[in-house]
Nanobody, 122 residues
Framework: QVQLVESGGGLVQAGGSLRLSCAASGRAASTYVKGWFRQAPGKEREFVAAITWGVTNTYYTDSVKGRFTISRDNAKRTVDLQMNSLKPEDTAVYYC???????????????WGQGTQVTVSS
């Protein structure tokens, strides 16, 4: 089991920045692939970014490339999402997720956090 707790959401003006953090605990929490998803009102949940363990590789959805950066601290068991140049369309509930492999994370993650609201005003 892996437990995930997000923090760092809030309200920001367009062009601003926010940093989300996800603290992981439980068995294998430090070795799982972790990522961020988001769900805007009336829309399906979508993938945002992912980061692997070991040889660190990162993956992003096209709409956030160049603006968002995902990072992890294995010692602290945290994964962060630095969001810059935020746009109103980034408004959503952001969820941290984890699974044992990247394909599983991108398909249907086994573990989810409770979500944190990010609101970008125009």
């Amino acid at each position: 089991q892996v437990q995930l707790v997000e923090s760092g959401g809030g309200l920001v003006q367009a062009g601003g920045s926010l940093r989300l953090s996800c603290a992981a605990s439980g068995r294998a929490a430090s070795t799982y692939v972790k990522g961020w998803f988001r769900q805007a009102p009336g829309k399906e949940r979508e993938f945002v970014a992912a980061i692997t363990w070991g040889v660190t590789n990162t993956y992003y959805t096209d709409s956030v490339k160049g603006r968002f950066t995902i990072s992890r601290d294995n010692a602290k068991r945290t994964v962060d999402l630095q969001m810059n140049s935020l746009k109103p369309e980034d408004t959503a509930v952001y969820y941290c997720a984890a699974d044992s492999t990247l394909p599983r994370l991108l398909s249907t993650p086994s573990y989810w956090g409770q979500g944190t609201q990010v609101t970008v005003s125009s």
